[in-house]
């Protein structure tokens, strides 16, 4: 199946500073990826889609200053958390999906593996 | 709103069967999901279900009732790697963005030797 990675897999920071994390499609194009959060013991909430060459869609309550969403080629989404406090402190996951490979039947997103944001 | 329930944990013996329910309640629906998630991973994906019926795949199995608003997840021949969080997933349809999904919170299965 497709691949998605994530950079950083995890990281800590102070408060009030900005972190920015990379999601990649490897070995596929995705003109669309998908942000979600997760708390502990919680489910993935969708936080925006990410479209390539244009701007984001956020998810009402998301506040889009904050979570700044860069989709600027087809295998590069980029997520940053401006001003972080440690409310933000999550599990953030992005998804592609395939749409070539799935013979465009749309079944199937493939997650990165995470990025586990800390604030202190 | 968007409701969907599962239960939160289920404990099952090694080499038994069990079975995960999901009910839904949304607008739009467009396909029912399922995902294994271990702590600290990102979801993989199990199954896909889009019609009424039953999809197998290997010791996996996934049920819908789009009348009833309901799914399961079956697990056959537990293995003890199989102790993770299962969650249910239905795609909504909605113009522009037709792979809107919304999550359940998932299932924590513990498999017991």
């Known amino acids: 199946g497709a691949v998605v990675s994530q950079h950083p897999s995890r990281v800590i920071c102070k408060s009030g500073t900005s972190v920015k994390i990379e999601c990649r499609s490897l070995d596929f194009q995705a003109t669309t990826m998908f942000w979600y959060r997760q708390f502990p013991k919680q489910s993935l909430m969708l936080m925006a889609t990410s479209n390539e060459g244009s701007k984001a869609t956020y998810e009402q309550g998301v506040e889009k200053d904050k979570f700044l969403i860069n989709h600027a080629s087809l295998t590069l989404s980029t997520l940053t958390v401006t001003s972080a406090h440690p409310e933000d402190s999550s599990f953030y996951i992005c998804s592609a999906r395939d749409w070539v490979s799935s013979g465009g039947l749309d079944n199937e997103q493939f997650f990165g593996p995470g990025t586990r944001l800390t604030v202190l | ?113």
Not at chain 2, 38 to 48: C, I, K, N, R, V
């Open chain 2, 1 to 113: 709103g968007q409701n969907i329930d599962q239960p939160t944990e289920m404990t099952a013996t090694e080499g038994a069967i069990v079975q995960i329910n999901c009910t839904y309640q949304t607008s739009g629906f467009n396909g029912l999901f399922w995902y294994q998630q271990h702590a600290g991973e990102a979801p993989t994906f199990l199954s896909y279900n889009v019609l009424d019926g039953l999809e197998e795949k290997g010791r996996f199995s996934s049920f819908l009732s789009r009348s009833k608003g309901y799914s399961y997840l079956l697990l056959k021949e537990l293995q003890m790697k199989d102790s993770a969080s299962y969650l249910c997933a239905v795609r909504l349809y909605r113009p522009g963005n037709n792979n809107d999904m919304r999550f359940g919170a998932g299932t924590r299965l513990t498999v017991k030797p």
